[in-house]
């Protein structure tokens, strides 16, 4: 199998990914979210982001 670019596998430069995560996590997050005026899917991409970026 032939590797791809990125561009190749991910045009729009976003990808939707499904996991699962305890259900006290999620609350904790959704709940971040609604207080800081902003979405569920922001708070995970940077709190991902910051993780990976420190390891």
Do not use: G, W
């Not at 990125?6 to 609604?34: G, H, M």
């Not at 991409?45 to 970026?53: G, K, S």
């Amino acid at each position: 199998m032939e590797n791809e670019s990125f561009n190749d596998q991910c045009a729009d430069l976003t990808q939707e990914f499904k996991i699962k995560i305890p259900c006290l996590l999620a609350e904790r997050v959704e709940s971040y979210a609604s207080a800081n005026k902003t979405t569920i899917t922001v708070v995970v991409i940077e709190a991902l982001d910051l993780f990976l970026r420190e390891h």
